[in-house]
């Protein structure tokens, strides 16, 4: 891994003189990523064991990307600037003992979109539905904490539905899997996994406030990120 990372630091220093096209060869030929002809990674840090970028997908400027076990991003998808994206590969045994089959990964669905300056802790698998929106700036998602009664780091995936939006400053905490059509207002923490579908949720913890309209414009989207 230290090879694939002094790699991707080197891809990440040519970025602004080398053109996209000898970068993507690059990323092909010595790191082995499976990248789109029409997928695009920008001045942006990707140091992953695996990485598959689909047609029309994209990594916007000084994102970093590490230490994840993979990275899926799928058609129409767009991952953008300034955000942090972490993990802990699955074959590091100095933590985590206590999860022997978790996967340090990021997949990110058809046409979902994860704006500016969000965290996302890929300790344990996220994943994000499709079209679903992570908007604003500053959410995390955090898919590891300290059991104190063990005494031990302690993971568990999150997954995000389709058509979700979550707002600015939100958190989503271990384990959590949100409904698809779920709208998290900003400044919340979700937890849990609730069973209604398109429902506004808010709150510390959030909780459901309002029923939404499946038939709504946000919920019948066919193409990406909303422009």
């Known amino acids: 891994m230290r090879s694939?990372?002094?790699?991707?630091?080197?891809?990440?220093?040519?970025?602004?003189?080398?053109?996209?096209?000898?970068?993507?060869?690059?990323?092909?030929?010595?790191?082995?990523?499976?990248?789109?002809?029409?997928?695009?990674?920008?001045?942006?840090?990707?140091?992953?064991?695996?990485?598959?970028?689909?047609?029309?997908?994209?990594?916007?400027?000084?994102?970093?990307?590490?230490?994840?076990?993979?990275l899926e991003i799928a058609r129409g998808t767009k991952l953008g600037t300034f955000n942090w994206i972490f993990g802990s590969e699955?074959?590091?045994?100095?933590?985590?003992?206590?999860?022997?089959?978790?996967?340090?990964?990021?997949?990110?669905?058809e046409?979902?979109?994860?704006?500016?300056?969000?965290?996302?802790?890929?300790?344990?698998?996220?994943?994000?539905?499709?079209?679903?929106?992570?908007?604003?700036?500053?959410?995390?998602?955090?898919?590891?904490?300290?059991?104190?009664a063990a005494n031990a780091q302690a993971c568990g995936p999150v997954n995000i539905g389709d058509y979700c939006l979550v707002g600015s400053g939100s958190i989503i905490l271990k384990g959590a899997d949100m409904p698809n059509g779920t709208v998290l207002a900003a400044g919340s923490v979700f937890r849990g996994a609730p069973k209604k579908e398109f429902q506004l949720m808010s709150g510390v913890p959030a909780i459901a406030v309002k029923a939404l309209d499946p038939q709504s414009g946000y919920f019948m989207r066919t193409t990406g990120p909303v422009g």
């Open 4 to 70: 694939r990372k002094i790699v991707s630091i080197l891809l990440l220093l040519l970025a602004p003189f080398t053109p996209w096209a000898i970068r993507r060869w690059a990323y092909r030929r010595w790191l082995g990523y499976d990248l789109h002809p029409s997928s695009r990674i920008g001045i942006a840090l990707v140091a992953v064991t695996q990485c598959v970028m689909d047609e029309g997908s994209s990594i916007g400027h000084f994102t970093i990307i590490r230490n994840l076990d993979r």
């Open 90 to 109: 699955s074959n590091n045994r100095t933590h985590f003992r206590n999860s022997p089959s978790r996967v340090s990964a990021l997949i990110m669905k």
């Open 111 to 148: 046409g979902s979109s994860l704006t500016s300056r969000h965290i996302i802790d890929c300790t344990d698998r996220v994943s994000i539905g499709r079209f679903t929106t992570i908007a604003g700036f500053r959410s995390q998602v955090l898919t590891h904490s300290i059991d104190t």
